[in-house]
């Protein structure tokens, strides 16, 4: 399977009838030290949220991470979105 060096997913979930309205982007990405790192954001659509970057010694690792918290926020009611949606 040939590996993009760039993945990103872009995930929201909105319930208007508990006010709420969230997003969750995940990617990965090369770093400088030969490594691959997991960027993950997340907030209230509308706001900057908060990130956090793991960084993986291989992308098959990195890969694996993402896949698990894809399906962690799918199984929460997170849906597939575009980037530019996002806001």
């Given amino acids: 399977m040939a590996r993009k060096d760039q993945h990103s997913l872009c995930l929201r979930?909105?319930?208007?009838?508990r006010n709420m309205r969230r997003f969750y982007v995940l990617s990965t990405q090369p770093n400088l030290f030969?490594?691959?790192?997991?960027?993950?954001?997340w907030g209230r659509i509308g706001t900057f949220g908060q990130s956090m970057v793991e960084t993986f010694h291989?992308?098959?690792d990195a890969d694996e991470a993402l896949n698990r918290l894809e399906r962690a926020k799918r199984r929460r009611?997170?849906?597939e979105t575009s980037a530019t949606e996002r806001d």
């Fill in 77 to 79: 009611g997170y849906r």
């Fill in 34 to 41: 030969g490594g691959v790192s997991l960027v993950r954001n």
């Fill in 13 to 17: 979930r909105i319930d208007p009838t």
């Fill in 58 to 60: 291989d992308a098959e």
